[in-house]
């Protein structure tokens, strides 16, 4: 049973460009979750989302960011006109419905130059 | 507002110590707790959690304590190993509606030393 995939692992963008993050959860988790780590900081929450739905979002920049989970195909976390401040770790999350138990991918790293 | 805190920042102990990391929190609607550890360029990989009708909870070396009516828990680890090296997250979290969304403490860098 494979655990939570992220990818890619690392991303470099320059100011300006897209970033586009993916993530599949663990077999039979209809629950996805991002979070943001910066440097030397825990991890924030951004976003919740089952399929084909925004459950909460309260933890996304207002402009931006956005997130989906298609009904095939993996969660999208997208990321425009990036800059520098958006430089972190991304990390997507899954669990069943009503778990409590949270699993966390290996992460992508986002380098803006 | 810091929803959880968690002291210390960083720690170091000798091989066989214990390293206790404490965290509080503010939300009484909060109802699970659970601890992550991370090693770098790693994700979070889940230790032990515990639910505010228990005081106190083993998992192998790790033990988490809990009092409910101080909003406060802590994790110790028996006998560390330089393999223990790593950044500990406490986090709190409550249901709403089927999801489980978690509220993280700042961090521990723990460093055991031969």
């Known amino acids: 049973n494979a655990g939570v995939m992220q990818n890619p692992r690392h991303l470099v963008r320059r100011r300006g460009q897209e970033a586009r993050l993916r993530c599949s959860p663990m077999k039979g988790h209809s629950h996805v979750y991002w979070y943001r780590q910066l440097p030397e900081e825990g991890l924030k929450f951004m976003v919740y989302?089952?399929?084909?739905?925004?459950?909460?979002e309260s933890g996304m920049p207002k402009e931006r960011f956005s997130a989906e989970f298609p009904k095939e195909g993996p969660s999208i976390l997208r990321i425009q006109q990036v800059v520098r401040g958006d430089s972190a770790a991304y990390f997507c999350?899954?669990?069943?419905?009503?778990?409590?138990?949270?699993?966390f991918g290996q992460g992508t790293r986002l380098t803006v130059v | 507002q810091q929803q959880v805190k968690q002291s210390p920042q960083s720690l170091i102990v000798q091989k066989g110590g214990i390293p206790i990391i404490n965290c509080a929190y503010e939300?009484?609607?909060?109802?699970?707790f659970p601890w992550y550890q991370q090693f770098p360029g790693k994700g979070p990989a889940l230790l032990i959690a515990i639910r505010p009708d228990v005081s106190e909870k083993k998992e192998g070396r790790f033990t988490i304590s809990f009092n409910k009516s101080a909003k406060q828990f802590s994790l110790h680890i028996m006998d560390s190993q330089p393999g223990d090296s790593a950044t500990y997250f406490c986090a709190a979290s409550m249901m709403s509606g089927t999801a489980s969304k978690l509220t993280f403490g700042t961090g521990t860098r723990l460093q055991v030393t031969l």
């Open positions: 989302l089952q399929k084909e739905n925004i459950i909460d």
């Open positions: 999350a899954s669990s069943p419905p009503g778990g409590r138990v949270t699993f």
């Open positions: 939300n009484t609607a909060f109802d699970y």
